[in-house]
């Protein structure tokens, strides 16, 4: 019963206005409308003098005259009278961010469909027609869209239907033979198809970098955690290591207090026991003195000479000569030494944290960063490096802030330690290096059969003998740089290197990414050498002088 009332309703209600027919009017074509809707209607095409069919779009000229149809305005009185009303629901309606049907009068119902070659959107009722009419199939209906007038030549008022290449914009067929005449033109949908397909490729490459991004991100992502887990590590191992320190050194303290506090009690023990001694002899000499005293008090000669000889004589005395025989210091000596090795461990401390504050600021995540092409760009990385002269072999002279060598015939007087090079004339840095580091060494020439060698080691590079020269091994990479020539040397392993002859050689390392490279520098950047390996520790940078009056320089660049 309900579907009827609502068939009922469809039926007998005005296209236009989607109310009950009010005083109903048919046209020519069969369709019935309210009287004043279908005025209204055609009032808007007066100035056009061709009136249409809001439903089926028949044209009719001139202008139809209307009569009220008595028999259809019978039948609504009749449904009012039931009770029957045609008011549709307000979701219908079409909101301030609708679509409105076009051909709705009064209060505009949502547009169910836009027909391009109408030009005009549909609610649901309005568009029946395009489907009844085998004309109006053929229209190309989209989604309900505000934009139709887009579609229109503002000029020829004609559907644009050709796109124009030449131009590269939309036009109706009257532009084709005005403005747009001898120009590259094609039906529009021609246009979209090729189009479409190049959409589809840029549609299949975007996809195709989407894949590779989510799979950057989830690299990263895997990247962060295991930066994040090794600073916990790094953390925790830190602590365990300080913590070390602190108990060996408190292990020390105690050490050192107890071994004062044994000395203390030895001494004093010594020294009371001396001075037991000495108040014993006090206490006989006293006695002695009394009894000498008594003696000389004596009247009878004869009494005083029999018991002279028992009285007067004294025991040997206590030895004291060792008392007082240098000045009053005991433990201040200790306090000298202890003080010295907390001098110690401040130098050792402020160089080594220095060392482990670079190397945790050098960690980087690695993303793709490009290597430096310009000096400009290789001078971000630039370090201030020294040398360092517990590793100098002593036929080496080491001047300004120790930056500067030279190879000298006359020994120099440094102190003994293990780190030193004893059978090569070559130094190392003090400064380790890992991350991204860049420097260069300014090389001047001796006599003819001079050079300079550059290079990185490893901190645990043999110190003596034949192994211990750059390059003889797998712990150093050198560049050896001659008269005239150039030679790389890594594990005794020799590769001759061509290049333009320059007084300054430029190195650059990216430990993580395992990049050392050499280059010739003066005006320009000549790249001489570059290594691509795995570095296991941190490096440091070498220098070796070969030859009698032979220098090298670490430049302060900037």
């Known amino acids: 019963m309900a579907q009827k009332d609502q068939l009922d309703r469809e039926t007998f209600s005005c296209s236009i206005c989607l109310d009950l027919l009010k005083d109903p009017v048919t046209t020519t074509c069969g369709h019935s409308y309210c009287m004043s809707c279908i005025k209204s ?49 307000d979701h219908c309606y079409a909101g301030p961010e609708d679509v409105a049907c076009d051909v709705c009068t009064g209060r505009k119902r949502k547009a169910f469909k836009s027909c391009l070659t109408c030009s005009a959107s549909y609610c649901e009722n309005h568009l029946q027609s395009h489907f009844e009419s085998t004309k109006l199939k053929k229209h190309k209906l989209v989604e309900p869209s505000e934009k139709l007038q887009e579609n229109i030549c503002s000029r020829h008022d004609e559907v644009m239907k050709i796109f124009c290449r030449t131009d590269k914009k939309y036009i109706c067929y009257l532009c084709t033979m005005e403005d747009h005449k001898g120009h590259d033109t094609v039906p529009a949908a021609a246009e979209r198809t090729e189009r479409q397909r190049e959409l589809e490729v840029s549609r299949l490459n975007i996809q195709q970098r989407i894949q590779h991004r989510e799979k950057d991100v989830k690299l990263l992502q895997q990247e962060v955690e295991a930066v994040s887990l090794s600073a916990d590590k790094a953390v925790e191992d830190s602590e365990k290591i300080f913590t070390q320190l602190i108990r060996l050194l408190q292990k020390r303290s105690s050490d050192v207090k107890q071994q004062i506090r044994s000395q203390q009690e030895t001494e004093v023990s010594r020294v009371k026991e001396l001075q037991e001694k000495l108040q014993q002899e006090i206490t006989e000499l006293k006695r002695k003195d009394a009894e000498l005293k008594q003696l000389s008090h004596t009247e009878d000669h004869n009494q005083f000479l029999h018991n002279y000889p028992s009285v007067s004589q004294l025991s040997e005395p206590t030895d004291s000569s060792s008392i007082n025989i240098r000045p009053l210091r005991y433990f201040e000596d200790v306090t000298a030494a202890v003080s010295e090795l907390r001098d110690k461990l401040q130098d050792i401390l402020r160089d080594t944290w220095t060392n482990i504050s670079l190397t945790v600021t050098e960690v980087k995540v690695l993303l793709s960063e490009p290597e430096p092409k310009t000096r400009a760009e290789f001078l971000k990385y630039s370090r201030e490096i020294t040398l360092d002269p517990n590793t100098a072999n002593t036929d080496l002279l080491l001047s300004e802030g120790n930056r500067k060598v030279e190879c000298t015939n006359q020994p120099q007087s440094y102190s003994r330690h293990t780190d030193r090079f004893t059978d090569d004339t070559q130094v190392l840095s003090r400064e ?69 002859d320059s007084s300054r050689v430029g190195v650059y390392l990216d430990h993580r990414a395992g990049i050392l490279s050499f280059y010739s520098v003066s005006k320009t950047m000549t790249l001489l050498h570059r290594v691509q390996t795995t570095f296991t520790q941190p490096l440091y940078a070498g220098v070796c002088v070969y030859g009698f009056g032979a220098t090298a320089e670490l430049c302060q660049v900037k």
Request: aromatic share 14%; proline share 4%.
């Open 41 to 89: 209607h055609w009032d808007g095409e007066d100035q056009r003098r061709i009136y249409s069919c809001p439903q089926c779009r028949q044209t009719f000229t001139p202008r139809p005259v209307l009569k009220k149809n008595t028999m259809l305005a019978a039948l609504v009185e009749q449904l009012k009278k039931t009770g029957l009303q045609a008011a549709p629901a």
């Open 432 to 500: 380790s290096l890992t991350g991204r580091c860049y420097w260069e060494v300014e090389r001047r020439r001796g006599g003819l059969f001079t050079g300079v060698y550059v290079a990185v080691a490893y901190k645990n590079i043999s110190r003596a003998g034949r192994e211990s020269i750059f390059g003889r091994n797998d712990k150093s990479w050198s560049l050896r740089c001659f008269f005239s020539r150039y030679e790389f040397w890594f594990n005794n392993i020799q590769t001759l290197v061509s290049g333009p």
